[in-house]
């Protein structure tokens, strides 16, 4: 009985090494030092081409192939790799990010660094941020606040200061005001003009936000941007009366009495109390 019982286990044994994965079998032999093995190694797990050898890490089809399976696997490739155009755009294609892995001899050429840098922030504009040679180009800070307003931040302080740029993306985009440049923000009329084409601006402008000229020109554009006025606004009588005269029906489900208000004030204050302003919407 001993004997059958040790025959099938080494016959069960026998299966399984059978059905090690290819990786398994790389790992013992040499196996991953051909083209084709390597292929297959990366094809399993994009990463694995960090085990493979230089020769291997610039080979193209590997690369691809890499790539291909996990983008993240880039910057595991040799150099000579990352400084081809046709390998950098894919990897820039599937993860942006890449854009900072790339060789030395494809970023020392202008004009195919800059395609690549502008395919990565159309795609990710808060990479700004680590491109500081774009920081201060018309065209790539376009793209990149057009993708995300919010890589504003990154861009030369003259964009945030110039108030074509500014109503250009804040009628599109509302989070733009929220680095533009404080001194063009206290400019009544400009903001009364973004407001009226976007009035979700008014979420971005919290100084603005009791300000009956701002919240009844964004209100006329669109009723229930009441909601993020001010709560002083919201219950003001001028506002109450201009909501009446203009019948505008979506803005009234905002609009606070005395009662009301005390209600949400203390809603508020236990909301900002446990999860912080950010977590806090307009009610």
Same mark, same amino acid.
């Given at each position: 009985?001993?004997?059958?019982?040790?025959?099938?286990?080494?016959?069960?044994?026998?299966?399984?090494?059978?059905?090690?994965?290819?990786?398994?079998?790389?790992?013992?032999?040499?196996? *991953?030092?051909?083209?084709?093995?390597?292929?297959?190694?990366?094809?399993?797990?994009?990463?694995?081409?960090?085990?493979?050898?230089?020769?291997?890490?610039?080979?193209?089809?590997?690369? !691809?192939?890499? *790539?291909?399976?996990?983008?993240?696997?880039?910057?595991?490739?040799?150099?000579?790799?990352?400084?081809?155009?046709? $390998?950098?755009? !894919?990897?820039?294609?599937?993860?942006?990010?890449?854009?900072?892995? $790339?060789?030395?001899?494809?970023?020392?050429?202008?004009?195919?660094?800059?395609?690549?840098?502008?395919?990565?922030?159309?795609?990710?504009?808060?990479?700004?941020?680590?491109?500081?040679?774009?920081?201060?180009?018309?065209?790539?800070?376009?793209?990149?606040?057009?993708?995300?307003?919010?890589? !504003?931040?990154?861009?030369?302080?003259?964009?945030?200061?110039?108030?074509?740029?500014?109503?250009?993306?804040?009628?599109?985009?509302?989070?733009?005001?929220?680095?533009?440049?404080?001194?063009?923000?206290?400019?009544?009329?400009? $903001?009364?003009?973004?407001?009226?084409?976007?009035?979700?601006?008014?979420?971005?402008?919290?100084?603005?936000?009791?300000?009956?000229?701002?919240?009844?020109?964004?209100? !006329?554009?669109?009723?229930?941007?009441?909601?993020?006025?001010?709560?002083?606004?919201?219950?003001?009588?001028?506002?109450?009366?201009?909501?009446?005269?203009?019948?505008?029906?979506?803005?009234?489900?905002?609009?606070?009495?005395?009662?009301?208000?005390?209600?949400?004030?203390?809603?508020?204050?236990?909301?900002?109390?446990?999860?912080?302003?950010?977590?806090?919407?307009?009610?």
């Amino acid at each position: 009985m001993r004997g059958k019982e040790l025959l099938i286990l080494s016959e069960i044994a026998q299966e399984n090494l059978k059905k090690d994965s290819y990786s398994s079998k790389l790992k013992r032999g040499k196996t *991953i030092y051909t083209r084709k093995g390597a292929l297959q190694f990366v094809k399993e797990n994009g990463n694995n081409i960090k085990s493979l050898p230089l020769r291997l890490k610039n080979n193209t089809a590997v690369v !691809l192939a890499s *790539i291909e399976n996990n983008p993240s696997s880039f910057k595991y490739a040799g150099t000579k790799a990352r400084s081809k155009y046709g $390998i950098a755009r !894919l990897a820039v294609e599937k993860e942006p990010e890449n854009i900072e892995k $790339i060789g030395y001899e494809l970023k020392i050429n202008k004009e195919k660094f800059r395609e690549l840098a502008k395919l990565a922030l159309s795609k990710n504009g808060m990479l700004l941020k680590n491109l500081p040679e774009f920081q201060n180009d018309d065209e790539m800070v376009n793209i990149a606040v057009t993708n995300n307003s919010l890589s !504003l931040e990154f861009a030369n302080k003259r964009f945030k200061k110039d108030p074509e740029f500014i109503y250009n993306h804040a009628i599109e985009r509302s989070f733009t005001l929220l680095n533009a440049d404080k001194e063009l923000l206290k400019n009544k009329n400009f $903001i009364k003009k973004i407001v009226s084409e976007n009035p979700v601006a008014l979420h971005s402008l919290p100084m603005y936000q009791n300000d009956i000229d701002i919240v009844e020109t964004a209100i !006329l554009a669109m009723p229930n941007s009441l909601r993020f006025a001010g709560f002083e606004c919201r219950n003001n009588k001028i506002i109450k009366d201009f909501v009446n005269k203009h019948n505008l029906k979506e803005a009234e489900p905002y609009l606070l009495n005395d009662e009301k208000l005390e209600k949400v004030s203390k809603f508020k204050k236990i909301q900002r109390k446990y999860h912080g302003d950010d977590e806090i919407e307009k009610i």
